[in-house]
């Protein structure tokens, strides 16, 4: 019995050690567990700490999950090139529109920039919807939406990476086997709308779709892209069948820009053939198209 326990005091404090700060670990266990009776749909963190996202003593919402919750308790940062980026670019009253805007962490951070004029949000899956609402409370002159982008307005089937909160797309894979029907609107009518309802704003726009932002962009007007003055558009591949059109529309902006962490650490100016040079690579980078 002595043994029995020893056995088990060992083995506790050998698998506390081995986890200890592995917040990926544990949380991704706890999504694949079996929960009967019950669920914890986000938990709120309290930051004792400044960050570009969030100022101390305050609090954010966040979805449990492997990636981002571990990210914002050992780092307590969020995606900080976007926000970087603007703060030095913009020069002028800008209206920004976050499409995929997920826990709404890029809008907070962008809504600390004093030309940031006007914050749109697009979101089509309602917990995160829901969460993001809380996130953004605080900020002002923001209209937060619970739908989509796509090619045609409707009900689609949105699917779920249980491990990666930020990983919902209309395209199933392997690890988005999760199931949800979310609403959409057509992205070609939405970025006419807000272009010609704001002609004095510029209009920056941020789609992270997670593989479907390639589609979104080729589905938009040549006359609407030439509005947006600056297009963050996350990219990993691109379909035969939207080649030809994707490199077509490219070309109506003056400068193209890409982060990819992976391969550098700073933001590049690139042209377009360079871009088949990060496709090639097979990872996830943004471009940066500029007017």
């Not at 976007?82 to 826990?103: A, E, M, Q, R, W």
């Not at 006359?223 to 030809?244: A, Q």
């Amino acid at each position: 019995m002595r043994l029995k326990r020893l056995i088990q005091k060992k083995s506790k404090k050998f698998l506390i050690n081995r986890l200890r700060n592995n917040f990926s670990a544990i949380f991704q266990s706890y999504n694949i567990s079996n929960k009967k009776f019950c669920d914890i749909p986000y938990v709120d963190l309290k930051f004792f700490r400044n960050s570009a996202l969030i100022k101390k003593k305050e609090t954010v919402r966040v979805k449990i999950d492997g990636q981002i919750l571990p990210k914002l308790l050992t780092t307590g940062k969020f995606d900080e090139f976007l926000f970087k980026f603007l703060k030095k670019k913009l020069k002028k009253k800008t209206l920004f529109i976050d499409v995929g805007s997920n826990h709404g962490f890029i809008s907070k951070q962008v809504s600390t920039i004093r030309l940031v004029k006007k914050i749109i949000t697009y979101e089509p899956f309602p917990e995160l919807f829901n969460i993001a609402k809380k996130n953004l409370t605080n900020v002002k002159n923001i209209k937060q939406i619970n739908y989509g982008w796509a090619k045609k307005k409707g009900n689609y089937p949105f699917y779920e990476n249980i491990s990666n909160s930020g990983d919902l797309s209309l395209i199933k894979n392997r690890q988005r086997n999760v199931k949800h029907i979310c609403k959409f609107l057509n992205a070609n009518d939405e970025i006419f709308k807000i272009t010609n309802s704001n002609k004095k704003l510029l209009i920056v726009l941020k789609t992270d779709c997670q593989g479907y932002d390639v589609d979104i962009f080729c589905n938009i007007d040549d006359s609407n892209l030439k509005k947006i003055n600056i297009y963050f558009l996350e990219c990993k591949d691109i379909s035969e069948n939207n080649k030809i059109n994707f490199y077509k529309k490219v070309k109506l902006f003056k400068k193209i820009m890409v982060s990819c962490p992976l391969l550098h650490e700073n933001i590049k100016d690139i042209g377009i053939e360079d871009i088949k040079y990060y496709l090639d690579y097979k990872v996830e980078f943004d471009l940066i198209f500029l007017n």
